[in-house]
T-cell receptor, first 111, second 113 residues
Framework: NAGVTQTPKFRILKIGQSMTLQCTQD?????MYWYRQDPGMGLKLIYY???????DKGEVPNGYNVSRSTTEDFPLRLELAAPSQTSVYFC??????????FGPGTRLTVL | GNSVTQMEGPVTLSEEAFLTINCTYT??????LFWYVQYPGEGLQLLLK?????DKGSNKGFEATYRKETTSFHLEKGSVQVSDSAVYFC????????????FGAGTRLFVKA
């Protein structure tokens, strides 16, 4: 049981490049989330999903897109990277009882 | 709206000292309350939870009691260890729309040997 896995662990992008952060969970959770954590700060919700085919915006969705074609996968897409998107990105999932399970994070730097 | 306020850090303690990290919340109804811990370089992991008033969550020597009358969920540990050095997040899930957890800003704890 791997839980929530994220790839890559680290990435450096140039301004204007695009990339997809991958997230997979093997716990059959309906709910999945993407957060960003800036240095020394708390978590900000980017997007979330309550099931396959259903996604919605969180607090800070600008510059990001998501899709949820399966229960297991919830990729996050950055289309035109900007320095303001330098952050650590966490994917999480939860069953209906609200406790969230987090992945190890992806550290992204945009130069 | 729903919100979580926790004490600012960093908190620096010597090994075996008593720890309290304050957390208060604003929510309608009866939210579920959580403490998450984030060790350096890792994601958050659930430390303990409480789902109704007067419940006490406990794990690894940490405790927190759901106090409806004071809207609080303070984290305590009687004797901290160096390995407890981490960032601690208080969080709530509303009674309705429970999939949108609200996290506090986090409190960094340093424990010195």
């Amino acid at each position: 049981n791997a839980g929530v896995t994220q790839t890559p662990k680290f990435r450096i992008l140039k301004i204007g490049q695009s990339m997809t952060l991958q997230c997979t969970q093997d716990m059959n959770h309906n709910y999945m989330y993407w957060y960003r954590q800036d240095p020394g700060m708390g978590l900000k919700l980017i997007y979330y999903s309550v099931g396959a085919g259903i996604t919605d915006k969180g607090e800070v969705p600008n510059g990001y897109n998501v899709s949820r074609s399966t229960t297991e996968d919830f990729p996050l897409r950055l289309e035109l990277a900007a320095p303001s998107q330098t952050s650590v990105y966490f994917c999480a999932s939860s069953p209906e009882n609200y406790e969230q399970f987090f992945g190890p994070g992806t550290r992204l730097t945009v130069l | 709206g729903n919100s979580v306020t926790q004490m600012e850090g960093p908190v620096t303690l010597s090994e075996e000292a008593f720890l309290t990290i304050n957390c208060t919340y604003t929510a309608t109804g009866y939210p579920s309350l959580f403490w998450y811990v984030q060790y350096p370089g890792e994601g958050l992991q659930l430390l303990l939870k409480a789902t109704k008033a007067d419940d006490k969550g406990s794990n690894k020597g940490f405790e927190a009691t759901y106090r409806k009358e004071t809207t609080s969920f303070h984290l305590e540990k009687g004797s901290v260890q160096v390995s407890d050095s981490a960032v601690y997040f208080c969080a709530l899930s509303p009674q309705t729309g429970g999939f949108k957890t609200i996290f506090g800003a986090g409190t960094r704890l340093f424990v010195k040997a």
